[in-house]
């Protein structure tokens, strides 16, 4: 072990304020695909201006649903991997640990974390554009559809590039980082604001940060480094950590 993954093995205890953000790595290993890998990412093959954006969305709805439609079913074929299961047993351990993720997927949440923030919204659910009622997807898809309680049309919930995040969302992630102690990365490119700014935040406030992802990444103001496999990484990580006691 370094000194500084002793620094973090240290900080992973329940009295620790702990402010883990997710991305689209952390899932890539239950096979699903990344947005900036070179030749498998999403953004490789799509536009991301025509499928995630506002303009993209009235220019050809059906397009944007019958793509979400497909992402979503790739993703309720998946299961969590050994890196969702580690954070949601921390996630219970570590009391003070706040799980943000920018991951539309919901597995998190079936690996059986605890109140996870999901800053960029949820796949698994649709809302209306006028009034955000929130409604479940129609099974097939079919034409697209519309709100039964206002009649304007349904669109994916999440949030979309240029547009702005909740605000109880974003004023719960501010509290969480200000108090922040350890703040770790987990698989994003680092590429998409607002999450691409927590870490520098989280240090400002006297954080120590780590970042873990299976490229090198540019050198940034991360106090660790760990380059790999979420999955691997996290177990080695989770092996050092001293045993829960029997209560
Ligand atoms: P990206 O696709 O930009 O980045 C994924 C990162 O995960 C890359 O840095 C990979 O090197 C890394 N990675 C891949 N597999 C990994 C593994 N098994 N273990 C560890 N690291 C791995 O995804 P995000 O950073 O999540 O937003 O993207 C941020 C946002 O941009 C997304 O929420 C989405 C996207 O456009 C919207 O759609 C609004």
Same mark, same amino acid.
């Given at each position: 072990?370094?000194?500084?993954?002793?620094?973090?093995?240290? =900080?992973?205890?329940?009295?620790?304020?702990?402010? $883990?953000?997710?991305?689209?790595?952390?899932?890539?290993?239950?096979?699903?695909?990344?947005?900036?890998?070179?030749?498998?990412?999403?953004?490789?093959?799509?536009?991301?201006?025509?499928?995630?954006?506002?303009?993209?969305?009235?220019?050809?709805?059906?397009?944007?649903?019958?793509?979400?439609?497909?992402?979503?079913?790739?993703?309720?074929?998946?299961?969590?991997?050994?890196?969702?299961?580690?954070?949601?047993?921390?996630?219970?351990?570590?009391?003070?640990?706040?799980?943000?993720?920018?991951?539309?997927?919901?597995?998190?949440?079936?690996?059986?974390?605890?109140?996870?923030?999901?800053?960029?919204?949820?796949?698994?659910?649709?809302?209306?554009?006028?009034?955000?009622?929130?409604?479940?997807?129609?099974?097939?898809?079919?034409?697209?559809?519309?709100?039964?309680?206002?009649?304007?049309?349904?669109r994916p919930d999440v949030v979309w590039f240029g547009e702005?995040?909740?605000?109880? $969302?974003?004023?719960?992630?501010?509290?969480? =980082?200000?108090?922040?102690?350890?703040?770790?990365?987990?698989?994003?490119?680092? =590429?998409?604001?607002?999450?691409?700014?927590?870490?520098?935040?989280?240090?400002?406030?006297?954080?120590?940060?780590?970042?873990?992802?299976?490229?090198?990444?540019?050198?940034?103001?991360?106090?660790?480094?760990?380059?790999? =496999?979420?999955?691997?990484?996290?177990?080695?990580?989770?092996?050092?950590?001293?045993?829960?006691?029997?209560?």
């Open positions: 072990m370094t000194i500084n993954e002793d620094k973090i093995v240290e =900080l992973l205890n329940p009295e620790s304020r702990i402010v $883990v953000l997710t991305g689209a790595g952390v899932s890539a290993e239950s096979g699903i695909p990344t947005f900036r890998d070179a030749q498998q990412g999403l953004w490789a093959e799509y536009d991301p201006e025509e499928m995630a954006s506002m303009a993209g969305f009235r220019k050809d709805p059906k397009l944007v649903l019958e793509w979400y439609d497909w992402r979503r079913h790739q993703i309720m074929r998946a299961s969590p991997n050994r890196a969702h299961t580690i954070l949601a047993e921390w996630s219970h351990r570590l009391p003070l640990m706040t799980l943000i993720t920018q991951n539309v997927d919901g597995l998190h949440q079936k690996a059986g974390s605890r109140d996870t923030i999901e800053m960029h919204g949820s796949i698994h659910r649709l809302v209306c554009l006028d009034k955000r009622h929130q409604a479940p997807w129609p099974s097939p898809l079919g034409e697209p559809p519309t709100c039964q309680l206002c009649g304007s049309l349904l702005m995040l909740d605000r109880k $969302v974003l004023a719960n992630i501010d509290s969480a =980082l200000e108090r922040c102690q350890l703040f770790i990365a987990i698989g994003t490119s680092g =590429l998409v604001y607002p999450a691409a700014g927590f870490l520098e935040r989280a240090k400002g406030y006297g954080a120590f940060t780590v970042v873990i992802n299976k490229e090198r990444m540019p050198k940034g103001t991360a106090d660790l480094q760990l380059e790999g =496999l979420a999955s691997e990484i996290l177990e080695r990580i989770n092996g050092l950590m001293p045993p829960t006691p029997v209560r």
